[in-house]
């Protein structure tokens, strides 16, 4: 079974700062997705970066970027030029892509809390 | 505008009270599943169905029912809730399951007391 864990339940970082949030996760399989979500106040779930495991380049979104480390089941957000609108819980998920996946079931971590402070 | 709605946003019930939360996408996705995210434990698939009258369990899915009689909707079915199921739900949809983009909803707060 896969799992994944995120060992900072909070973090704070100063505005306009950057900052790294832990991702590491366990699985067998040889070809799947990373995910990191964003989930603000109202509680919507965002799509912030995906990573495709067969791809070695690591994903980049503006001021979000990864840094994904196969072979140590490691992956990690960082957030450049933080903004108090990143505010959030933050959310890592695994989706595997074998046959049976349980309709793209995503197993997700359980959440660090990003404070941006003024 | 694309999107994945959820209704009702909040509800406090009764234990043994059926309730329906419902879901819909205007999307024309294949794919819908419903999450509970609970504290400390992210969030977890409860069911999930891949076309219309096409459904399976997911992880958690004990307490709960599901149909897809249309492509669009896929309701969650509570038939004697219990303290134990008071959580955040999400429902969410995709085109696809390899990798597709995940649409979410608004989330739905429920309360049994």
């Known amino acids: 079974a896969q799992t994944v864990t995120q060992s900072q339940p909070e973090m704070s970082v100063q505005e306009a700062e950057t900052v790294t949030l832990s991702c590491t996760y366990d699985?067998?399989?040889?070809?799947?997705?990373l995910f990191w979500y964003k989930q603000p106040p109202s509680r919507q779930m965002i799509l912030v970066i995906r990573?495709?495991?067969?791809?070695?380049q690591n994903a980049t979104e503006n001021r979000f970027s990864v840094n994904f480390q196969k072979a140590a089941k490691s992956f990690s957000l960082k957030i450049s030029d933080s903004q108090l609108g990143d505010t959030a819980m933050y959310f890592c998920?695994?989706?595997?892509?074998?046959?049976?996946?349980?309709?793209?079931?995503?197993?997700f971590g359980q959440g660090t809390e990003l404070s941006v402070k003024p | 505008e694309a999107q994945v709605t959820q209704n009702p946003r909040y509800l406090i019930t009764v234990t043994g009270k059926k309730l329906t939360v419902t879901c819909s996408q205007n999307?024309?996705?294949?794919?819908m599943s419903w999450y509970r995210q609970d504290p400390g434990l992210g969030l977890r698939q409860i069911y999930y169905?891949?076309?219309?009258?096409?459904?399976d369990k997911g992880d958690v899915p004990e307490g709960y029912k599901v149909s897809r009689k249309e492509k669009r909707n896929f309701p969650l079915i509570l038939e004697s809730p219990s303290p134990n199921q008071t959580s955040l739900y999400f429902c969410?949809?995709?085109?696809?399951?390899?990798?597709?983009?995940?649409?979410f909803g608004p989330g739905t707060r429920l309360t049994v007391l």
């Open positions: 969410a949809s995709s085109f696809g399951d390899l990798g597709d983009t995940q649409y």
């Open positions: 998920a695994f989706m595997k892509l074998s046959f049976y996946n349980q309709g793209g079931k995503l197993i």
């Open positions: 169905s891949m076309n219309v009258e096409v459904t």
């Open positions: 699985t067998s399989e040889s070809n799947y997705y």
């Open positions: 990573q495709e495991a067969y791809k070695q």
């Open positions: 999307m024309n996705h294949e794919y």
